[in-house]
């Protein structure tokens, strides 16, 4: 399968670079797997598209500070982007600026042109393309929390006025480096006319790394190799899942790491029993993927070339996805991290 077939051309003004409001105002596109209508709604309307006994699955992951500013000992500034924290306590990042080798002491720096602070970072690997793994003298969070800023995607230019607009309502467990952005169109009152009409919710979790950030190299699909990033379905969530089921309730799992987080699950327990999952995930979803744990999906519009794309195009049929790719761009809609969402059933 060719990296090339999941290429589209976008114009760049469709590219949103702030978000709707209110959040449940972005556009809903609709596609039914079955008949292949294509349907032009509004976030707001999602309740007419669930019932009763359905069940939202939404991931919990909470964006972090993660942008962070440093000087070398030369004096040159790099900036770092917090990745994934290993199990030995070291960091993975992605390091922005020259020469930037294994040993070499860091100043983390208050703010993107602030002053240097008693904090420092040493190199301890490095990879390719700005990959580097860091050990930090002090906990990373609350450093981060003081001195780090919030990472938007490199197609973002205009700056956000409220770092919150890049969280989800519901993000409670520190962790990602990017939103997981399907979730960013609900609102409380949305969420308290879900539940009153008797829409259930549970929780999952993924902390967003890597792959969020690049698009696939690889001339083939098959060939792409993911990087780990932390997992979490509690007992709790399996056992909601498996009574959805039983009771003939679909799973709708709110974003593509959602999916992730249940096809982990799923590829690791009885066909009829969804069990508990924590640890890392490498899975790569792309066409031909045969889907254990979710019946419907919401999502926004991916990038070309991505993993995100390539999975939404193995769950909607990548036919009846490029032709709904094609009307998005026709009716204006809005892509990317804040633009409007998908939902396929």
Do not use: C
């Amino acid at each position: 399968m060719k990296t090339a077939d999941f290429d589209y051309q976008l114009p760049p003004e469709l590219i949103a670079q702030t978000p709707i409001e209110p959040r449940d105002a972005s556009r809903l596109m609709v596609l039914n797997r079955t008949t292949g209508e294509i349907a032009h709604h509004h976030f707001g309307d999602l309740p007419n598209f669930l019932r009763p006994g359905d069940l939202l699955v939404y991931n919990e992951s909470r964006v972090i500070p993660a942008r962070l500013f440093a000087r070398k000992p030369t004096g040159g500034k790099v900036e770092i982007l917090l990745l994934r924290q290993r199990a030995d306590g070291a960091w993975e990042t992605l390091v922005g600026g020259k020469r930037v080798r294994p040993r070499m002491h860091l100043t983390l720096l208050d703010g993107p042109d602030g002053e240097t602070t008693d904090a420092t970072a040493e190199v301890i690997e490095a990879g390719e393309r700005g990959m580097r793994v860091l050990t930090f003298d002090r906990p990373v969070l609350p450093l981060a929390g003081e001195v780090g800023a919030t990472p938007l995607p490199p197609y973002i230019h205009t700056p956000l006025q409220d770092a919150g607009r890049y969280q989800t309502i519901y993000a409670r467990v520190p962790g990602s480096a990017a939103a997981p952005t399907a979730g960013l169109h609900f609102t409380p009152k949305l969420l308290h006319k879900l539940e009153e009409m008797g829409v259930r919710s549970a929780f999952v979790n993924l902390h967003i790394g890597l792959d969020t950030f690049r698009p696939v190299s690889e001339e083939r699909v098959e060939a792409h190799r993911m990087h780990t990033e932390y997992a979490s379905l509690t007992e709790k969530a399996a056992a909601q899942i498996n009574r959805t089921r039983t009771e003939g309730g679909r799973v709708v799992a709110v974003g593509t790491t959602s999916v992730r987080v249940l096809e982990t699950a799923a590829a690791q327990s009885p066909i009829s029993n969804l069990r508990s999952f924590d640890g890392p995930t490498d899975l790569f979803i792309y066409p031909g993927y045969q889907f254990r744990a979710v019946d419907a999906l919401i999502t926004n519009f991916h990038l070309p070339r991505s993993t995100l794309l390539m999975l939404v195009a193995a769950f909607a049929g990548k036919a009846l996805l490029d032709r709904a790719y094609a009307e998005a761009i026709r009716e204006r809609y809005r892509f990317y991290s804040l633009g409007d969402a998908m939902m396929i059933v």
